[in-house]
Every structure is written in C-alpha cells, then in structure tokens.
T-cell receptor, first 114, second 113 residues
Framework: GENVEQHPSTLSVQEGDSAVIKCTYSDSASNYFPWYKQELGKRPQLIIDIRSNVGEKKDQRIAVTLNKTAKHFSLHITETQPEDSAVYFCAASSRGSTLGRLYFGRGTQLTVWP | KAGVTQTPRYLIKTRGQQVTLSCSPISGHRSVSWYQQTPGQGLQFLFEYFSETQRNKGNFPGRFSGRQFSNSRSEMNVSTLELGDSALYLC????????????FGPGTRLLVL
C-alpha cells in the first residue's frame, strides 16, 4: 500500500517568517494530496489540496507544490501568524480501488512565536 | 450545510466491553470513512462505507466493524475492548463516489480502562 513520509516532525518559526513542510509518497497511482490542520482538541480541517494534474496551487498565504516525478509535495505558509500554530498533516489517495482511503503522514507540529 | 457530527464526544469503557460510535455525514454525502488517531500511530484508516456497502478496509482486527444506514449515517463498533483501543476516532464524509475531498467530524475520544 501507500506510504507517506512527512518532515519535519516539529517546526518553530518566528511570526512573519515562512514555514515549509515536506512529504513524500510511494505509490505512483496516488493522484490527490490534501493538507489538514489540526488544532489542539479540534477536528482536522482541510486547508488546501492538489491533484496530480496540477504542479502548484495557492490560497492566500498557503501554497502547495507537487513533483510527481520525485513523488513529493510540500506545504508553504508565508507570513506566519501565531494562529497558524497547529499540527499539519499531509495525505495521499488515489482514484483506484482505495478511493475513500487517505494515507496520512505522521504530522508536523508547527509553533509560531510572536 | 451542517458539518459532520459524531456522538458521543467522550466515552470511558473498561477492558472487555464493547462500544458503538455514531457519525452523521454532511447532508448529501454518501461516503463515510473512519480513522483512528493515536499519538503513537498517527491517523490510521479503519474502513469506508458508500451507499451502505463497505468499500475499503484497513489493517485492523475483526473486533472493529461498521455499518451504514440508508440515510448515510454510519456506526462503528469495537468489541472486546483492549487498553490499546484508547484513541480519538474520527469519521469523515465525502460527496460522491468519485470526489476525493473528505471532511472530518470532531471525533469521539475513547478511553479504555
């Protein structure tokens, strides 16, 4: 099955700096890559997603890039704010027989210091 | 639309008991997936139901089971609880059979003593 690796596991940045979280996947059939933000005690919230026919997607301060050849994708957060502090999860899925199953990375605890 | 809801939100059980968790998807969503979240193992897929049929199953023992009703509401059941079953159980709903985007509920936190 699919294996998603996520790095780093913890990330501390100063307010206003950028943060980058990287994930790799193993199954070339994976074609959908969402990112979730989970604040303490809350549900995972979808913040951005990308499909394999797109190399980059941006939504205000958040962007995701995908390199299908290298099988990696990254989350970029610019102008970080204290409210960006949370655990971020990357995930992958495919439209094959495992549609409906998300394979998650282990998460990145992002701390933004004011 | 209202989001995904789960009941109960918190549950304390003892070893050997069984538990049933409930998930109501976003209105119109026909797919419900269940995940177990623990500090040690992260987010792991349990199973997915679509139109009352189980379509995918993760690598969990048979003690973990589920079902889906005609209104798309889903339940998962864990029998013969073990200490290691203590976790946050999340369900997520998806719009159609081919839409990938999943929206999560708040979860049920299960503590097994």
């Amino acid at each position: 099955g699919e294996n998603v690796e996520q790095h780093p596991s913890t990330l501390s940045v100063q307010e206003g700096d950028s943060a980058v979280i990287k994930c790799t996947y193993s199954d070339s059939a994976s074609n959908y890559f969402p990112w979730y933000k989970q604040e303490l005690g809350k549900r995972p919230q979808l913040i951005i997603d990308i499909r394999s026919n797109v190399g980059e997607k941006k939504d205000q301060r958040i962007a995701v890039t995908l390199n299908k050849t290298a099988k990696h994708f990254s989350l970029h957060i610019t102008e970080t704010q204290p409210e960006d502090s949370a655990v971020y999860f990357c995930a992958a899925s495919s439209r094959g027989s495992t549609l409906g199953r998300l394979y998650f990375g282990r998460g990145t605890q992002l701390t933004v210091w004011p | 639309k209202a989001g995904v809801t789960q009941t109960p939100r918190y549950l304390i059980k003892t070893r050997g008991q069984q538990v049933t968790l409930s998930c109501s998807p976003i209105s119109g969503h026909r797919s419900v997936s269940w995940y177990q979240q623990t500090p040690g193992q992260g987010l792991q897929f349990l199973f997915e139901y679509f139109s009352e049929t189980q379509r995918n199953k993760g690598n969990f023992p048979g003690r973990f089971s589920g079902r889906q009703f005609s209104n798309s509401r889903s339940e998962m059941n864990v029998s013969t609880l073990e200490l290691g079953d203590s976790a946050l159980y999340l369900c997520a709903s998806r719009d159609t059979g081919i839409q990938e985007t999943q929206y999560f509920g708040p979860g049920t936190r299960l503590l097994v003593l």
